[in-house]
């Protein structure tokens, strides 16, 4: 019998993804008891429900005040993600700076002439409730995001604040576009976005497009989400985006394969990794381990003890070359380009995904759907949970032991 305090409780599934897994539709539904894959396909759906949520609160006091001096999203994992896409979907020629605050309270100089927009899927995190709290004690404008009936809409409504309630369904990192809408819809009542409600109903449009492609009944060779997961499987996911936009989605990969399919990962501008971290497809795990690769051999008795890098790159492209921006598309495209054939060469595998859409908010949705499923069934390719995470549940006790009885 395992002991709940050796560090191993509750941690099931096998080191070898299995391929036939993720073509047992009832198996797979069976290893996520808690719905992720449902929670996941309802992201079009979370784009309408919290659009409409967000719609039916009064956010004019938001801009009673003019242009405020910066805003301040405020939140912890997915919450604080919201932030980083406020940000992109403003663009390079919004007039204020817009500044994601992953930690307890807001930054020493935010006052009354900012606004904060605490967000946290479950009304309680520390994080939100800090930053909501010192919004308040300071005069700065703010709004509140998250489950209906939680301390944070108590604390907004002390604080006379406008509070979006987005019901919790799931855990945070399942519903990132409930989140993200009224983020949004916050931005746009401060005049720092433009996003129509066409925008936001293609947007939904895709993610149910994209929910259907990797629906999990579709086998592995038409489902795009299972191709990338079992391509993964083994590796070392390196994922980098060509541009802001599509940098947050690498981000956004990178948090999903950790939590859901508990891969170590490295995620992050491809213009940084162009600096130095490009030097990884030459080390150890990259063209140090392909160049002794025999294509010819039996993968099973050859590999089972070799890990490499597999490379995912997200493009963007951008929507109109002539916009401002941080730096030209075509020195994006050809930095893509670039990283593409250095790893060709060094024969490190890599996927490339690339954003479609009419709006920065569908090119980014475009960018996020598929590798979000594609984290689940990487997950369950090796028999694990994707929702139950042991690791948090016992860091959350050692972090608190009075609320479990330890003194």
Same mark, same amino acid.
């Given at each position: 019998m395992v002991n709940p305090l050796d560090g191993t409780a509750g941690v099931n599934g096998h080191r070898i993804?299995?391929? +036939?897994?993720l073509d047992d539709e009832k198996s797979m539904l069976g290893n996520d008891p808690g719905g992720m894959l449902r929670a996941t396909a309802s992201a079009g759906a979370q784009v309408r429900e919290s659009a409409a949520l967000a719609?039916?609160?009064?956010?004019?006091?938001?801009?009673?005040?003019?242009?405020?001096? +910066?805003?301040?999203? +405020?939140?912890i994992g997915t919450a604080g993600l919201t932030g980083n896409i406020l940000a992109t979907v403003a663009g390079p020629r919004c007039p204020v700076p817009?500044?994601?605050?992953?930690?307890?309270?807001? #930054?020493g100089w935010v006052g009354a002439a900012d606004v904060v927009i605490a967000v946290s899927a479950s009304g309680r995190s520390p994080e939100a409730l800090a930053a909501a709290e010192a919004a308040a004690r300071r005069g700065a404008r703010l709004v509140a995001i998250g489950n209906p009936g939680s301390e944070l809409e108590a604390m907004a409504e002390r604080a006379r604040a406008p509070f979006i309630g987005v019901p919790r369904r799931a855990p945070a990192r399942a519903t990132i576009w409930g989140l993200?809408? #009224?983020?949004l819809f916050a931005g746009r009542a401060l005049g720092l976005v433009k996003v129509t409600e066409a925008d936001i109903a293609e947007?939904?449009?895709r993610l149910d497009a994209d929910a259907e492609r990797c629906r999990p009944a579709a086998d592995s060779f038409v489902n795009p989400a299972k191709a990338l997961a079992l391509g993964l499987a083994g590796s070392v996911p390196i994922v980098w985006g060509s541009s802001p936009l599509a940098t947050v989605a690498a981000r956004r990969f990178g948090d999903t394969l950790a939590a859901n399919a508990r891969y170590p990962v490295m995620a992050g501008a491809l213009g940084e990794a162009g600096r130095g971290r490009v030097g990884l497809l030459d080390g150890v795990f990259g063209g140090l381990a392909e160049t002794n690769r025999d294509i010819f051999a039996d993968p099973e008795e050859t590999e089972e003890n070799v890990t490499r890098l597999r490379l995912v790159v997200f493009r963007d492209g951008g929507l109109n070359p002539e916009d401002d921006a941080d730096e030209p598309v075509a020195v994006e495209e050809r930095? +893509?380009?670039a990283i593409q054939t250095l790893a060709e060469r060094r024969g490190v595998r890599c996927d490339v995904l690339t954003a479609e859409g009419g709006s920065a908010l569908e090119r980014l949705a475009s960018l996020v759907a598929v590798p979000d499923f594609a984290s689940l069934y990487l997950a369950l390719a090796h028999g694990l949970d994707p929702m139950a995470v042991p690791a948090i549940s016992e860091m959350k006790e050692l972090v608190n032991p009075i609320a479990d009885g330890i003194a």
């Open positions: 993804a299995d391929e +036939a897994l719609a039916e609160v009064d956010l004019s006091m938001l801009a009673d005040e003019g242009r405020p001096r +910066a805003v301040v999203v +405020a939140g817009i500044i994601g605050h992953r930690s307890a309270g807001v #930054p993200t809408i #009224p983020v947007t939904a449009t930095r +893509a380009d």
